[in-house]
């Protein structure tokens, strides 16, 4: 069965004639097993969904469990109960190799560390998703969203010779180039400094809009949360 007729056949999730969610977070728990000790638990009841083009902020302080609750919705950890449903499909029926693939379709991360490869040049390293995909048109997509995020005077450049705001910029367009249904940013601008943070967050959100995607960001920084259309407040583990 395809992602797309797993969307169709969706038994779990009407809406009626309302088009569903890209997102939707549906009484989540998660804990973690702590030796010599009870389980620790990290998420309770989180309840969110984000229509098809919307930007939501995930804000709290550290510990609160925005960088578990992230995971989840990646499908890089599982919940204890509760669902997560991405484009009508259940990350919760999904084994890990397809859960793998789905991700690598429909998901694009960026990360806070950038996480670029140091041998791959920019182009190589936006390529990459695009290659392990086999993907069509490759070379057109990779070179059309090096220009978008303005590095084509520096796409044989590798990551050690780039500043900080360039591999975010590359991290950026990383995620993007595989047209995902959704973007999860980590803190996308927590490793730079103020102006160039606010020259990354301004590509981000245009680039977002322009592609017309769907984005959950977690971040501490308040300015960047309020350019999202919806903020979350993640607290010991609830939404508040």
């Known amino acids: 069965m395809t992602f797309e007729s797993a969307n169709n056949e969706s038994k779990h999730h009407e809406y009626g004639t309302q088009p569903p969610p890209i997102l939707e977070v ?7 097993a702590q030796p010599g000790a009870g389980p620790l638990q990290v998420l309770t009841d989180i309840r969110f969904r984000i229509d098809r083009g919307r930007t939501t902020a995930i804000v709290g302080h550290s ?22 449903i991405l484009a009508g499909n259940d990350l919760n029926e999904m ?3 397809r859960l793998a693939r789905y991700r690598a379709a429909k998901i694009g991360i960026i990360f806070q560390q950038f996480h670029l490869m140091p041998h791959l040049t920019a182009g190589e390293n936006i390529s990459l998703p695009l290659e392990i995909r086999k993907a069509q048109q490759i070379e057109e997509r990779t070179h059309a ?11 044989n450049h590798l ?3 780039l500043s900080g705001g360039e591999c975010q910029r590359v991290a950026i367009a990383r995620a993007l180039v595989v047209t995902p249904d ?11 400094d103020t ?3 606010q020259i990354v967050a301004r590509l981000l959100f245009d680039l977002v809009e322009q592609e017309e995607k769907s984005m959950v960001l977690v ?13 979350r407040h993640l607290e010991k583990g609830r939404l508040v």
Not at 74 to 80: F, K, Q, T, V
């Open 26 to 32: 549906a009484s989540v728990n998660k804990s973690f």
């Open 63 to 84: 510990g609160s469990g925005k960088t578990t609750l992230l995971s989840l919705i990646a499908g890089l950890d599982r919940p204890d109960s509760g669902n997560i």
């Open 95 to 97: 084994d890990q190799d």
């Open 145 to 155: 969203m090096l220009r978008k995020v303005g590095l084509w005077d520096r796409r």
């Open 159 to 161: 990551p050690g010779q």
């Open 182 to 192: 959704l973007i999860l940013a980590d803190e996308p601008t927590g490793n730079l």
């Open 195 to 197: 102006e160039t943070g």
């Open 219 to 231: 971040t501490h920084n308040p300015e960047l949360a309020a350019r999202c259309h919806q903020v």
